[in-house]
């Protein structure tokens, strides 16, 4: 891969890592209770723990992508970024234009999600 494309790819990983790791240093707590709530307190708990769901569900994409993203960046340290790792095939850019953090060409994602279904849909059937 041509140093100078490796190089601006490198500063998005950089980039969107930052951004989750500011998003994600922003997340506010929630204070324990000091007194038994009130009929109107317990909606606000409610629309409180609703929103906490929310933001745990947000919170563990931004940590998935985050990992992602620090892979890209060790593959990119040691060489070995841009290449599928199930067929040894190289990543096309265009891929990696759209997603930086790919792991796979788009044949062997496809297959790879393919069995994930299948895995699924076999724990569904049990």
Request: proline residues 3%.
């Amino acid at each position: 891969m041509d140093g100078n494309w490796l190089k601006q790819i490198k500063g998005l990983l950089v980039e969107r890592s930052l951004q989750i790791e500011r998003r994600v240093g922003s997340a506010s707590s929630i204070a324990p209770l000091a007194e038994v709530p009130t009929h109107s307190e317990f909606v606000d708990i409610a629309q409180t723990l609703e929103q906490l769901g929310r933001d745990t569900s947000l919170a563990e994409q931004d940590r998935r992508e985050w990992i992602s993203i620090q892979r890209a960046l060790n593959k990119i340290s040691h060489g070995s970024f841009g290449v599928c790792e199930e067929c040894d095939e190289e990543i096309p850019k265009k891929r990696i234009l759209v997603l930086p953090e790919a792991r796979y060409c788009a044949d062997c994602q496809a297959r790879e999600e393919r069995q994930h279904a299948k895995m699924f849909q076999g724990r569904l059937a049990s």
